[in-house]
């Protein structure tokens, strides 16, 4: 079992809608990353978590320590939110892990 | 501010040969990485340093070497390319471990 798991791996959603991208970690962590990944580009940092709640625009970032899970939330969405959302924690010493993404596609 | 820049952003290379992928960042960073990411397994660490003169391995550092003698610079070579090393792989810096990544826009690595 992967230490950083995704869901959905993908999803398909109409220009609008409210969407949840959903991430369960197995280990204890210092930080948690949401990163965004467009296709045939490259990778920026949305957020960065250690508790709470993060706003940027539409996008809202979630943190629950104690359940080792975090959300990402877009509100409104767009056909330019098409991306892959990739969720990475900081867990032991220097090492950041990944979950595998999830693929977003957001139609007209 | 240049950020992370990564050199070549495309490379094809034949079975055996060797070669340096380059990664600067100009924002004083102390911690820099190297990813590989392929389809359906998602980013992987291959080595990283938290400062000059300091590395060490990651998840997958087999066939890699880097060093670290400056706080700008970080190159990731391969010292006899096999088809396994096919990829695209990702620098990326923060100004401490734990902190916020910044990444380069990859190289993608074709071995023959």
């Known amino acids: 079992k992967n230490e950083v798991e995704q869901s959905p791996q993908n999803l398909t959603a109409q220009e609008g809608e409210f969407i949840t991208i959903n991430c369960s970690y197995s280990?204890?962590?210092?930080?948690l990353h949401w990163l965004q990944q467009h296709p045939g580009g490259g990778i920026v940092s949305l957020f960065m978590?250690?508790?709470g709640k993060k706003k940027h625009g539409r996008l809202i970032a979630t943190i629950n320590i104690q359940e080792k899970h975090s959300s990402l939330h877009i509100t409104a969405s767009h056909p330019r939110d098409s991306a892959v959302y990739i969720c990475?924690?900081?867990?032991?010493?220097?090492?950041?892990?990944f979950g595998e993404g999830t693929q977003l596609t957001v139609n007209p | 501010n240049a950020g992370v820049t990564q050199t070549p952003k495309f490379q094809v290379l034949k079975t055996g040969q060797s070669m340096t992928l380059q990664c600067a960042q100009d924002?004083?960073?102390?911690?820099m990485s190297w990813y590989r990411q392929d389809p359906g397994m998602g980013l992987r660490l291959i080595h990283y340093?938290?400062?000059?003169?300091?590395?060490d391995q990651g998840e997958v550092p087999n066939g890699y070497n880097v060093s670290r003698s400056t706080t700008e610079d970080f190159p990731l070579r391969l010292l006899s390319a096999a088809p396994s090393q096919t990829s695209v792989y990702f620098c990326?810096?923060?100004?401490?471990?734990?902190?916020?990544?910044?990444f380069g826009e990859g190289s993608r690595l074709t071995v023959l």
């Open positions: 340093s938290v400062g000059a003169g300091i590395t």
């Open positions: 924002m004083n960073h102390e911690y």
């Open positions: 280990v204890g962590i210092s930080a």
């Open positions: 990326a810096s923060s100004y401490r471990a734990t902190g916020e990544l910044f």
């Open positions: 990475a924690v900081w867990a032991s010493g220097s090492r950041l892990t």
């Open positions: 978590l250690s508790s």
